[in-house]
């Protein structure tokens, strides 16, 4: 069954780097999303993106975040600046659709520590 | 603004119990979805059940079964005869009609099923 994959599983970097997070949607999806998840607290939404352009943001997604979809495969997320708030598990997600008439099916995620 | 509420923050249930998770929502709209999705211990998001605003249908899928009630605007999500693989977070979600393409968890309910 086709699944959304990211990579890498667990990245650590020292505070003030950038970050590059890398999904691989499923492939015949049309949108993509980032949420985040900090350590035990709720999933939150980030950005969703379609026909290479952001369609919707939250508040968390402020200028130093940034989503590209470099070729026909990756979709990622840039992280310019990383604090120490950064740190949490960041899913991507990818659905048919749009988000509110289809399923979004989540990859495993990437774990971001900022030292 | 949509709002998901999970009043419950944790459960612990022997093998073999029936237990219910509790979901509230809030919502202007008149067309939205609703969602399940698991995170067990290893991290991932896994897709449970998604529902439209138009079917009060209930749903039972095995063990799983999801109680859909408008009038209360609850989205309540019953494990007959719990296993301890049922041992995980459970967050339910709510989105919206376009152009909103976001997707709001609400906090989780971690669930423990004991041997």
């Known amino acids: 069954e086709p699944e959304v994959t990211q990579t890498p599983s667990h990245q650590v970097t020292q505070m003030g780097q950038e970050v590059i997070l890398r999904c691989v949607p499923i492939?015949?999806?049309?949108?993509f999303y980032w949420y985040r998840q900090i350590l035990g607290q709720k999933v939150e939404f980030l950005v969703s993106f379609y026909n290479n352009e952001i369609s919707e943001k939250s508040e968390i997604f402020d200028d130093q975040f940034s989503v590209e979809r470099p070729d026909g495969s990756n979709f990622t997320l840039k992280i310019r600046s990383t604090k120490l708030e950064d740190s949490a598990m960041y899913f991507c997600?990818?659905?048919?659709?749009?988000?509110?008439?289809?399923?979004?099916?989540f990859g495993p995620g990437t774990r971001l520590t900022v030292l | 603004a949509q709002k998901v509420t999970q009043a419950q923050t944790e459960i612990s249930v022997v093998e073999k119990e029936d237990v219910t998770l509790d979901c509230v929502y809030e919502t202007r709209d008149t067309t939205y979805y609703l969602f399940w999705y698991k995170q067990p211990p290893s991290g991932e998001l896994v897709f449970l059940i998604r529902r439209n605003s138009f079917d009060e249908q209930n749903e039972i899928s095995g063990r799983y079964s999801w109680n859909f009630q408008k009038s209360t605007s609850s989205f309540n999500f019953t494990i007959t005869a719990s296993q301890v693989v049922d041992s995980a977070v459970y967050f339910c979600?709510?989105?919206?009609?376009?152009?909103?393409?976001?997707?709001?968890f609400g906090a989780g309910t971690r669930l423990t099923v004991k041997p």
């Open positions: 979600a709510l989105s919206e009609a376009p152009p909103n393409n976001d997707m709001r």
């Open positions: 997600a990818s659905s048919k659709t749009g988000g509110n008439t289809d399923t979004q099916y």
């Open positions: 492939s015949n999806h049309l949108y």
